[in-house]
């Protein structure tokens, strides 16, 4: 599968090493023109062409795929651009700043055919669909738990007063749309959408640093805490009639399961690839070349869910994007 890739950061440079081995053959690197010289250096480490700009790129360079790696404020923007190529686009997390543009994303991905992925690690890793298998075991659910707190290096830039995108609301930024985003994954991948959503954030200049999303499913509450302006251990807990669910790691790595029954009966369950972009983007080679249109959207579905779930929380929260009053 040829894959051309926009953006030259982190998760770029994460992934890129490994995209061979998973079947995608890296065809070509955007950058802006301040950060051309990274793709340069990334092209001649793991092949493709260097390109100053997405829009010449997607004019110039057939691909099975477009891999979306730029902050979020610029992911519908550039999604749409590579739909408009008629090319499929594997998008970096979260999938747009808001549900609309989200909305409006799927359907142009829908009208023309194309397939249109959130790159969420956990929704593919064996060890979140021994979750899923596992569910029905505890019984009737009761609560549900999610803790994800990590201390962001950039929040000490924030406290002196430098605002980087991580922390922007002009950029969609936030503990929602990073850390939190996972969390509300893991939990509509697994139960759907609530019935009511509250978000009770501390805000900071506009943005939210920290902050609990209380979930309500009708029969169960669940809650989720995304935090980087302090750590904690990360917690994910699904309590039921007949017994719980436990994970002990970030939702994005989707650690070891252990099942534990009312009656004393523990199982674990670990099957998580050493690299855990793995999983996701073997999916994404099958869907593609399969054209397995039902898990496409059915992804597609649970991508959207979770945006409108980010939206009413931002908005209960008083934290607003520019995309918002667009």
């Known amino acids: 599968m040829k894959v051309s890739i926009i953006g030259t950061g982190m998760i770029t440079k994460l992934v890129l090493p490994h995209l061979a081995e998973w079947g995608w053959d890296p065809v070509a690197i955007s950058a802006t023109p301040p950060h051309f010289a990274q793709a340069e250096e990334l092209c001649a480490a793991f092949g493709g062409r260097p390109y100053g700009n997405y829009e010449a790129m997607l004019e110039e360079v057939p691909a099975d795929a477009v891999y979306v790696a730029i902050p979020n404020f610029l992911h519908e ?148 805490v995304a935090c980087k302006d302090c750590a904690g251990p990360a917690f994910y807990c699904i309590q039921g009639t007949e017994g719980y669910l436990l994970q002990t790691s970030p939702a994005n790595h989707c650690g070891a399961v252990t099942l534990h029954l009312n009656d004393g009966t523990e199982e674990c369950f670990d099957g998580d690839p050493e690299v855990i972009w793995e999983s996701e983007f073997r999916d994404f080679a099958r869907i593609i070349s399969e054209r397995d249109m039902a898990e496409a959207e059915r992804l597609m579905e649970v991508s959207l869910a979770v945006s409108s779930i980010q939206t009413q929380a931002r908005l209960f929260a008083g934290v607003v994007f520019p995309a918002d009053e667009a």
């Open 77 to 224: 923007r550039a999604a749409s651009a590579a739909l408009r190529a008629g090319q499929n686009v594997i998008c970096e997390k979260p999938l747009c700043s808001n549900f609309s543009e989200a909305q409006g994303l799927a359907r142009e991905a829908r009208e023309r055919g194309l397939l249109l992925f959130e790159a969420v690690t956990l929704a593919h890793l064996p060890n979140y669909a021994k979750l899923r298998e596992w569910l029905p075991r505890v019984g009737d659910v009761k609560t549900v738990i999610c803790n994800y707190a990590q201390y962001s290096s950039r929040y000490d830039a924030f406290r002196r007063g430098e605002v980087l995108p991580a922390f922007d609301p002009a950029k969609s930024g936030g503990a929602l749309m990073d850390l939190g985003l996972y969390n509300l994954h893991w939990l509509t991948g697994l139960f759907g959408e609530p019935v009511s959503v509250e978000y009770h954030a501390n805000v900071e200049r506009g943005i939210d640093t920290s902050g609990i999303v209380e979930l309500d499913y009708g029969s169960f509450k669940a809650t989720s």
